[in-house]
């Protein structure tokens, strides 16, 4: 286990010095640094994926009743959706909201203690994988959302009241391509979170005979939901752009985010972290 | 002898336009300037002509001052008389001349501040003098010094950040809104050379398409037709809006032409994406109150002149290190300048033979242990020093002959602090690739 131990502890330091890096690289705008963090990151994620895979195949009936592997996994997927957005969008800057996130998480997983989860025993993988993946890989994507959408709101209030821009807000990028990550974020993120949603409610059919049992966890999810439906049809029916949604997706993290980290870990419910 | 750098000229400064016309001087060859007979004291020279300077920088050498040389052949080139000439010029001797052509090479003596074209031009007017063989070991050097002081301060400082005409700064706005102008598509409402001016830079950014309209129709085909870009009749505007994502408005009207209302609508048509306006017309043609629209910017004149003053600003204040950064590069310039001479020449000669064989010395000396006895020592020592004396006697005596001859001498002095690196210059990045390509 040690060596298991230490291995985290080496992530989460790549972690830390890619998330220190990109904001050196911000700071003093030089490319050299920048291009540091993404290698970091570009390890810590390999290395991460590796110790996910090890801890899995060595145990995974085990490794599953752990709250601590969700905030793992987590992280793992932000970092993916990162570095595929980094790779299609060529948006580096969102290494601002990803890095510092991942590394929170990846961090939690490791101090957190967390009592054997309940699974169900009816557990299929393909409810599982469902399940997680869909909100996992749509969270993550809410989360880039919120990113992109805090530098729109700056940046855009900047131009509209005629505040001269200084050179870093200068060299980030056009409004433009933080309303792109936020099309990105409703038009994939949405579909992601209904399937997930779903795939929670029927399993939860099969295994306790109810669909709905008002837990505080279903409540909200079902209010992030109809939010992001909304959204998810102004902005693809309509045509909204910009400011609006870039706040509403702001809004969506930080409740997936207290539904996540609040929620499962203070109140009862069916997803209780707590010990 | 004493060679002298000494530059006169006018700039926009110091004579108006209608002068600097008569007194250009653009595509003149040097050797047109009957500044080459025997009794001239001009031995090197470079022509500067812009269209806000005019400048001669020459090297001379004797009693005579060239002054009343070069104005007079200046002036008779222009057809003119030297008198008419002389209210409107400056003169810079010495270490003026050397401070004034680093300042004008990095753009700080430039009517817009910091604007990059000088440089361009200072290069040309160079090569023409190079080609031309008036150009000589000073003024070479000169040259090249102040070409690397400018790109010094353009690196070192901010000097050339930051749009300072109006149209740039409506341009980079544009940038920070859509990121690639190239898909975008801009409606002229209007003409004017401010309005032309900011068409013609978003067009150098290749935009997708240009509209025009005007009030007179044939004018506005006529102002498509000089961009290739689509007239459009003046009713058709509304029509038209939804499609335009930059829109540059200058007519002469006096009611507001675009309202919040209709905007409203427009906005809605182009499924909110991000339209931005660029309001040059006094008074204004649109409602600044489609401002609080979301996806919706409009800067008007007064707003754009705000952004260019803030960068000015910063620019003068640019200025300032730049300034500092000039006077080092003088200083040691002038300390260049002695060293050409003869003296300190042999002296650096000696003193690098000497730190050369006390080096190899120390070298040998530890290699041979602490046994050697006093005699050998004295021996190996005699030897390294008369050695490195021997060797730069030909140099030594070869400069002291060439120092007789005026034209030669420092050539040959610079050739020779050159070839033994007394300067420590480092080597120009390029030298090795410019070898690979004479071999090619």
Known sequence: ?275 | MQKYIQLIGLNHRTAPLEIREVFALNEVSPKQLDLWQENCPVKELIILSTCNRVELLTISQGHDTPIEWMLRSWARLCSHEPEALRPYIYILNHKEAVEHIFSVASSLDSMVLGEPQILGQMKDSYRLCVEQGTTGPILNRLMHKAFSVAKRIRTETKISQNAVSISFAAVELAKNIFGNLAPKKVMLIGAGEMAELAASHLINNGIQQLFVTNRTYARAVEIASHFQGQAIPFTEIYNQLPKADIIISSTGSNQTLINIKDMRQIIKKRKYKPMFFIDIAVPRDIDPDINQLDNIYIYDIDDLKGVVEENLEQRREEAEIAKKIINEEVTAFEGWLRSLSLKPTIIDLLNYGENLAQKELNKTLKNLGPDLSPETRQAIEQLAFSLSKKLLHYPITFLKRKSQEEESANYFTSLIRRVFDLDNEPIPPEAHTLKKQKKD
């Not at chain 1, 169900?120 to 469902?130: D, H, N, V």
């Open chain 1, 1 to 275: 286990m040690t060596f298991l131990t230490l291995f985290d502890m080496t992530i989460a330091l790549l972690y830390f010095l890619g998330a220190l890096f990109f904001l050196g690289g911000i700071l003093g705008s030089t490319h050299f640094l920048k291009r540091c963090s993404l290698i970091t990151t570009l390890i810590a994620f390999l290395l991460h994926t590796i110790d996910l895979v090890l801890k899995v195949s060595q145990s995974p009936e085990f490794f599953i009743t752990q709250g601590q592997f969700y905030f793992s996994l987590l992280a793992w997927v932000l970092l993916m959706i990162y570095l595929v957005l980094w790779w299609r969008l060529k948006l580096q800057f969102l290494a601002l909201t990803a890095s510092p996130l991942a590394l929170m998480l990846f961090c939690s997983s490791m101090a957190i203690n967390t009592d054997t989860l309940s699974i169900p025993s009816e557990l299929s993988l393909l409810w599982f994988g469902l399940h997680i993946a869909a909100l996992f890989v749509s969270i993550a994507l809410l989360a880039m959302a919120f990113g992109a959408g805090l530098c729109y709101i700056y940046v855009d209030k900047k131009i509209k009241h005629k505040i001269k821009l200084n050179k870093l807000q200068r060299d980030l990028p056009a409004l433009t391509s933080f309303d792109q990550v936020n099309h990105w974020a409703v038009s994939i993120g949405f579909p992601l979170f209904t399937v997930g949603v779903l795939s929670g409610f029927l399993w939860a059919g099969f295994t306790w005979g109810e669909i709905f049992s008002f837990d505080p966890k279903e409540i909200l999810s079902l209010a992030i939901w109809f939010v992001f439906a909304y959204l998810f049809h102004q902005r693809l029916a309509l045509g909204w752009k910009g400011r609006k949604p870039a706040k509403m997706a702001s809004w969506l993290f930080i409740l997936s985010l207290v539904s996540f980290l609040i929620i499962n870990l203070y109140l009862p419910t069916h997803h209780s972290f707590q010990p």
